[in-house]
C-alpha cells in the first residue's frame, strides 16, 4: 500500500463537482461529473422526470429564531440578496411523469415529490 485512497490512483489533489439536472429530450435526471473543469459523460440516473426545482430555505432577518429559514428563494434570489452564508436549508422538488394518469380518480399528467434537507450546522437547537 503506498498510502492512498484504493479508489484515487493519483497523488495529485482533484476537485469533483456533480451536477445534477433533468434533460428534457429524454425526461431522465442526470448526473455529470466534472473533475478540475473537465465534463465526464453525463450519466442517467432516474427515468420519468419532468422538472426539477431546487429552492433555499434562507433566514433573512425577518423575525425569525436565528436558526431557521424565514424563507426560501431560487439561487438568483439567494445572490441578489447576498443570503449565502444565511442558508439553512435546500428545497427540491421533483415532478415526474404521472403512470396512472388517465385512470379513474388520476387527473394530472404529473406527480410532485419534495423534500426539505436541513443544511449541516446550520439548523437545529443552538446551546
Same mark, same amino acid.
Given at each position: $500500500?503506498?498510502?492512498?485512497?484504493?479508489?484515487?490512483?493519483?497523488?495529485?489533489? !482533484?476537485? &469533483?463537482? #456533480?451536477?445534477?439536472?433533468?434533460?428534457? !429530450?429524454?425526461?431522465?435526471? =442526470?448526473?455529470?461529473? &466534472?473533475?478540475?473543469? !473537465? /465534463?465526464?459523460? /453525463?450519466?442517467?440516473?432516474?427515468?420519468?422526470? =419532468? *422538472? $426539477?426545482?431546487?429552492?433555499?430555505?434562507?433566514? =433573512?432577518?425577518?423575525? !425569525?429564531?436565528? #436558526?431557521?429559514?424565514?424563507?426560501?428563494?431560487?439561487?438568483?434570489?439567494?445572490? /441578489?440578496? *447576498?443570503? &449565502?452564508?444565511?442558508?439553512?436549508?435546500?428545497?427540491?422538488?421533483? =415532478?415526474? %411523469? #404521472?403512470?396512472?394518469?388517465?385512470?379513474?380518480?388520476?387527473?394530472?399528467?404529473?406527480?410532485?415529490? $419534495?423534500?426539505? %434537507?436541513?443544511? $449541516? #450546522?446550520?439548523?437545529?437547537? %443552538?446551546?
Amino acid at each position: $500500500m503506498n498510502g492512498r485512497p484504493a479508489g484515487n490512483p493519483s497523488s495529485l489533489p !482533484a476537485k &469533483w463537482v #456533480n451536477q445534477i439536472t433533468v434533460n428534457p !429530450a429524454t425526461n431522465y435526471l =442526470t448526473c455529470t461529473l &466534472w473533475v478540475n473543469g !473537465a /465534463a465526464q459523460p /453525463a450519466m442517467s440516473l432516474v427515468p420519468g422526470i =419532468t *422538472n $426539477m426545482t431546487v429552492l433555499y430555505g434562507v433566514q =433573512t432577518g425577518q423575525g !425569525a429564531a436565528t #436558526n431557521s429559514a424565514d424563507t426560501y428563494l431560487d439561487a438568483v434570489g439567494v445572490s /441578489a440578496g *447576498n443570503y &449565502w452564508s444565511s442558508v439553512k436549508s435546500v428545497q427540491v422538488t421533483l =415532478t415526474f %411523469i #404521472n403512470p396512472m394518469f388517465g385512470q379513474p380518480g388520476q387527473t394530472s399528467p404529473t406527480v410532485q415529490f $419534495m423534500r426539505t %434537507i436541513d443544511v $449541516m #450546522n446550520k439548523t437545529g437547537v %443552538i446551546t
